[in-house]
């Protein structure tokens, strides 16, 4: 049976600008069992009312399932890939071509 090759995807979650918002947040993750409270990167500390997390899934619409549904709409969800440096200069030629 073949591997099925994952994704690694970076998700970004706004919760609004205020901190009020921030602890609905906390409380909807929280409520929905999620794990994303704990492996979270959290930005409130400096004012920026975001958390962001690196999920490895099948596919962006696995990623986006992770998700408690009252973030899913306000969600970023953005396919991330390190490259060695000779794969990075054949991605970027690869780009000049399209």
């Known amino acids: 049976m073949e591997e099925q090759k994952m994704n690694k995807y970076l998700i970004e979650v706004s919760q609004g600008s205020y901190k009020v918002t921030h602890q609905r ?3 909807i993750f929280n409520r929905s069992g999620s794990h994303f409270v704990t492996h979270a990167e ?3 500390l400096n004012g920026e009312y975001k958390a962001w997390f690196v999920a490895e899934t099948e596919s962006k619409e696995e990623a986006m399932r992770i998700l408690p549904s009252a973030y899913r709409h306000s969600a970023k969800i953005i396919l991330i890939k390190k490259f060695s440096r ?5 991605s970027l030629t690869d780009l000049n071509e399209a």
């Open 25 to 27: 947040a906390v409380y």
């Open 86 to 90: 000779t794969g990075a200069v054949d």
């Open 42 to 44: 959290w930005g409130f």
